[in-house]
């Protein structure tokens, strides 16, 4: 499995505007955005940025201000735009427990910054953790009492706890229009 990134994260902050790294970490920080969900260093924040601009994802501009050293501002290019937006829409998000806390929680906080309607983000996290949780069934029903079984047994209450919580997620919805869809 890749390491987790906030690539798709920081492109879905600069799409909604331009921003110089010291507003896009505190954005990072702040626990009523991504403080809670990101654990990120002014250090990787900037390499993830020179990552992304080296890959032409993002494009920086100097900025001279009259009582600040000049910044850089960061604002999205049309590939940056494409892959943010075929992350937005991943039809099969992964499972794993890390994932849906981090990535699901960026994408469903990039969603609403971006006024994206939510409700598709959620059926489809909600739709892979179904199936992980299957599988997992389908494997412990096969298993040998012991360890293996035991572990089995502990990663189906961890995806039965996800299922729960993403139902809340469905309840919650930012757009008045989606609470038409779940009824």
Request: aromatic share 6%; charged share 25%.
């Amino acid at each position: 499995m890749s390491q987790l990134t906030p690539d798709e994260t920081l492109l879905g902050l600069l799409a909604a505007h331009a921003r110089h790294g010291y507003q896009l970490m505190e954005c990072f920080h702040d626990p009523a955005q991504l403080g809670r969900v990101w654990h990120l260093s002014t250090s990787q924040l900037y390499n993830v940025l020179k990552r992304l601009a080296a890959q032409g994802l993002i494009v920086g501009q100097e900025i001279e201000a009259f009582d600040a050293p000049t910044r850089t501002e960061y604002c999205l290019t049309p590939s940056g735009q494409q892959r943010l937006d075929a992350w937005l829409h991943m039809a099969q998000p992964s499972a794993s427990v890390r994932r849906v806390r981090v990535e699901f929680l960026s994408r469903l906080y990039i969603a609403r910054l971006l006024n994206i309607p939510t409700i598709p983000i959620v059926k489809n996290q909600k739709a892979s953790c179904h199936q992980k949780r299957d599988e997992l069934v389908s494997q412990r029903d096969q298993s040998e009492p012991g360890i293996g079984f035991l572990s089995l047994e502990l990663e189906i209450a961890q995806m039965e706890a996800i299922l729960r919580w993403i139902e809340r997620c469905e309840l919650v919805p930012k757009e008045p229009f989606e609470e038409e869809e779940l009824l």
